[in-house]
Structures are given as C-alpha cells and as structure tokens.
C-alpha cells in the first residue's frame, strides 16, 4: 500500500528528506571500528599476560639453569675459572668412580628403608583415621605436625636420640641387654636412623593423602561387601586398596624422588663430616655428593653431570608411573 505525502497548507510541496552522508552510513555499518578491534585484542592478549609472569618465572630460574647446567656437565669448570670443553668426559668420570656408585647405592637403600616403612604405616593410619573416632579432627592435625617441623630442629633432636655416648636410644637398648650401637660410624645403623627421621616427617603427610583418597570411595562399596560377609580386613584388602591404587602409585613416585634428593638429613646428621656422609662416606647421597663436588671441591661440571643423572633416575621414574598407569587403564578398559 502506497502512503500518501500530505502538501502544506499553502499548497507547496513538502521538503526533501536530507540526503544521507556517504561516510556516516560507513561508519554506522562499521562492526564497531577501533573498539571492536581493542577489544578482540583485549580478549586474546589478557590470558597470555595472566600466565606471563609463571612462564617468565620459569624461565629464568628453571629452563635456564637446566641449560645452563647442562653445558657446564660437557665443561671442565672450576671454581674462578675459565670452562674446557670435555665432552662426555664428566659422565666417564662418573661411570668409574667408586664415589659415585657408593652414593648411587646409598641413596637406594636409604630410599628403599625410608619409603616402605613410611607408606605402609601412612596407610594404616588413614585406614583408621577413615573411622568415625572421637577427636579425629586432632589426630588428623597431630599426624601432620611432623612435616610443619623443619628438617633442621628435627635432624637435630633425633641426632641427639641416636648419639652413641648418651643417646636414649642406646640407652634402651641397654635395659634390653644390647650392646651400644654406633649410629654414625656404621653404615647400616647410620642409614637406618637417617630413614627414621625421613619416615617420622612424611607419615603422616602421605596418611592425610591417603585418607582423602579413601573419603572418596563410594560407600556402596562397602555395604555390599558388608551384606557378601567380608571382614573389615577383608574390605581394607579387596575394597579400598584396589580403589585408591592410583593414589598409592602417586604417593611411591613422590615418596621415590624425594629420596633421590635427600639431602638435609644425611648432612646435618653427621655434623663436621656430614657433607661426605660420614667419616666413610656411608651414608652419602647423591645430592650430597653433587654439593661436595661443586661446592667443596670446586668441580662444577662433574657436579652437573651428577644432576643430570639425578634428572635422568627421575624421568625413568616418570616413565614408569606412566607405563604402569596406563596398563592399569587398560587392564580396567578391558
């Protein structure tokens, strides 16, 4: 329907509609112009400035000291020095020497002594913690006084326990009828008491990792093991073992490269010659060995080669956990 344009009264015609300008219509059919555009950047750059500072972070005290230590291993460096490349001459100097075996193996079995113990009475203490006790929101903070303690007041204290004069230690092995043992010139008894304090300090960390991973099985589970006749023991083995094995898996892997880096434990344990593990070398580690060879004698790039192995023990344990877990997968896939 066409619409009529009325005439003025006087009979003239009405007037034109303004023509419209050619650049505001331009600038009314513009998507927005130089906001738009500040803005589509203000929604891609935002992110990358928010994670900016933890990869500059990194950066300059992760990527680059891995480099860095990494050419240092190919150089012969010492102390106020100019470098001598080497090659691969460090890591053969590493593959013959007995120090290094030696620390290789102490860290093993102090790993081995401290990490099993460790983990298994974590264990049983988050199975009881599970347990609707009176007071558990007090054991749950007493077990992990341990690790709020710092490793030097807790080295100290049980360096005095396991003293070999007036130890208590030896003391009660003296009411039992055992003769006194020397706690820090032997090699077992030494690595022993340096696996006490690392289990004392990380029980009942791993414990309250372990009793939240049990919170988080499905009670069903239980009940119906329950209504089957299963004993509470027979539920712990066939029900909460199997169901927080991941957490179990995660805890060995962290547990295993925390021995690999053992370090504050070994050294302040043995006082004036803790830095070399001992009078002979019998509780050495291999962090020890690195701070000896860098810092005491004064050679880096051995000193790096044994970080680089260090770094090399932990991938292969990464790689493990990897294997392992997806095995699990796929055995559960299947």
Known sequence: MATSVRARPDGSPPPAAPPSSPGRRGRRSAPGGWRSTLYRWDL????????APFFLTFAAFGL????????????????????????????????????????????????????????????????????KLRGRGFFRVAILAPYATSIAAATLVFAQLFNTDYGMINGVLGWAGIDPVNWESSKWPAQIAISVIVTWRWTGYNALIYLAAMQAVPQD???AASLD????????????????????????????????????????????????GGSGNQFQTLSLLM?????????????????????????????????VSRHNRKKLGG
């Not at 957490?247 to 053992?262: E, K, N, R, Y």
């Not at 860098?294 to 493990?320: D, E, K, N, R």
């Open 221 to 223: 589970l239980y009940e």
């Open 229 to 276: 006749g299963a004993s509470r023991w027979r539920q712990f083995i066939s029900v909460t073992i199997p169901s927080i094995r991941p957490t179990i898996l995660f805890t060995i892997v962290v547990s295993t490269i925390g021995a690999t880096q053992l370090f504050g434990e070994p050294m302040l344990f043995g006082g004036s010659v803790g830095i070399s």
């Open 44 to 51: 891609k750059a935002i992110p990358y400035v928010f994670v």
């Open 291 to 323: 701070y000896e060879k860098g810092w005491v004698t004064g050679a880096l790039g051995q000193a790096s080669a044994i970080a680089w192995v260090m770094l090399l023990l932990l991938l292969i344990v990464g790689g493990g956990q990897a294997l």
């Open 64 to 131: 680059f000291p891995l480099i860095y230590t990494g050419w240092l291993s190919l150089n012969r460096v010492e102390l106020g020095g100019d470098p001598t490349w080497k090659g691969l001459e460090n890591y053969t100097d590493l593959a013959t020497s007995e120090f290094f075996w030696n620390a290789l193996l102490n860290t093993f079995t102090i790993g081995v002594i401290s990490t099993v113990p460790q983990l298994l009475m974590a264990l049983g203490l988050a199975h009881l913690l599970n347990y």
